[in-house]
């Protein structure tokens, strides 16, 4: 088995329908298995893919399990020599996963990769970042990132980054994390301390770590309709997720005095994300900053 892909789904029934359509579609010339993990979805998502996509490995989660767990899930059963982490609102547009798999054959140092990914009307999504300081987030906490961007600020969100260019990177998104099996082995797979937000940017700190290399590769991309799911909450529980993953990071990476000031700075951000969804205000994801 050359590729495993594992989808994490909430209550993206139709977006996942495209997804999956779009793998067996245009996946040609790759022995490959996918996984669809529900975290117990209202929808029909389960109902549908069992149905339309037999082929599915489907794992139907009776609670809510949250992105890094249900991904481990998949994971311990996943048998591909590289692992696909892809979220539900994407589309190929292309046989991308070949490109993918043969740029990795041919480039046995790269452990960790992504590729290009665009929104549904072409324009590209930046899903490259560097590794987080608390400059940059004490910023982001506190909303500054709308309307002031320092130095700190431009580094995190690869203001610089050339998306033209195949090279090593520091953080890339969640939404498509392309790994060999025995890298995210040794990792431990995803960290399960944290629910949702936070894990992507912690799994590519620890594999830094451990010197492994994560690569942006421009040969090929995808459509990302981006935050699906996360639409379907308040802006107050969002923003109550964010802060913890972020604490989470802080303390394990930075130490409890990072960790400290988070927490402290947390309470503004989450007073700013109420003031949000009273007036309906859609904050800009980072990726668009």
């Given at each position: 088995?050359?590729?495993?892909i594992?989808i994490?789904?909430?209550?993206?029934?139709?977006?996942?329908?495209k997804?999956?359509q779009?793998?067996?579609?245009?996946?040609?010339?790759?022995?490959?298995?996918?996984?669809?993990?529900?975290?117990?979805?209202k929808?029909?998502?389960?109902?549908m893919?069992?149905?339309?996509?037999?082929?599915?490995?489907?794992i139907?989660?009776?609670?809510?399990?949250?992105?890094?767990?249900?991904?481990?899930?998949?994971?311990?059963?996943?048998?591909g020599?590289?692992?696909?982490?892809?979220?539900?609102?994407?589309?190929?547009?292309?046989?991308?996963?070949?490109?993918?798999?043969?740029?990795?054959?041919?480039?046995?140092?790269?452990?960790?990769?992504?590729?290009?990914?665009?929104?549904?009307?072409?324009?590209?999504?930046?899903?490259?970042?560097?590794?987080?300081?608390?400059?940059?987030?004490?910023?982001?906490?506190?909303k500054?990132?709308?309307?002031?961007?320092?130095s700190?600020?431009?580094?995190?969100?690869?203001?610089?980054?050339?998306?033209?260019k195949?090279?090593?990177?520091?953080?890339?998104?969640?939404?498509?994390?392309?790994?060999?099996?025995e890298v995210?082995?040794d990792l431990?797979?995803?960290?399960?301390?944290?629910?949702?937000?936070?894990?992507?940017?912690?799994?590519?700190?620890?594999?830094?770590?451990?010197?492994y290399?994560?690569?942006?590769?421009?040969?090929?991309?995808?459509?990302?309709?981006?935050?699906?799911?996360?639409?379907?909450?308040?802006?107050?529980?969002?923003?109550?997720?964010?802060?913890r993953?972020?604490?989470?990071?802080?303390?394990?990476?930075f130490g409890?005095?990072?960790?400290?000031?988070?927490?402290?700075?947390?309470?503004?951000?989450?007073?700013?994300?109420?003031?949000?969804?009273?007036?309906?205000?859609r904050?800009k994801?980072?990726?668009?900053?």
């Open positions: 088995m050359q590729l495993s594992i994490v789904s909430w209550n993206v029934k139709d977006l996942l329908r997804n999956l779009s793998i067996f579609k245009l996946t040609q010339g790759l022995d490959f298995e996918v996984f669809v993990v529900d975290n117990a979805s929808d029909g998502s389960v109902q893919v069992a149905s339309e996509f037999p082929k599915v490995n489907l139907a989660s009776n609670q809510n399990l949250g992105f890094a767990k249900a991904n481990n899930l998949a994971l311990e059963q996943a048998q020599k590289y692992i696909l982490f892809m979220n539900p609102d994407m589309e190929l547009v292309e046989n991308s996963f070949k490109v993918l798999v043969d740029w990795l054959e041919a480039s046995p140092k790269v452990e960790m990769a992504t590729c290009q990914l665009i929104y549904p009307d072409g324009l590209r999504q930046n899903n490259i970042k560097n590794n987080p300081g608390l400059c940059d987030q004490i910023l982001i906490l506190l500054l990132h709308h309307f002031w961007q320092p700190c600020l431009k580094k995190y969100l690869a203001k610089d980054f050339d998306y033209t195949e090279q090593e990177v520091k953080q890339i998104m969640g939404a498509f994390v392309l790994v060999k099996n995210i082995k431990g797979g995803w960290d399960e301390d944290y629910y949702l937000w936070w894990e992507d940017l912690d799994l590519c700190k620890r594999a830094q770590d451990k010197g290399q994560i690569w942006y590769m421009p040969q090929t991309k995808l459509i990302h309709h981006e935050a699906k799911s996360f639409a379907q909450q308040m802006s107050l529980e969002k923003q109550k997720r964010f802060n993953g972020m604490a989470i990071y802080f303390r394990k990476h409890l005095l990072s960790c400290l000031v988070v927490m402290l700075l947390s309470y503004i951000s989450l007073g700013l994300a109420w003031v949000s969804q009273v007036f309906k205000i904050p994801s980072q990726s668009k900053i």
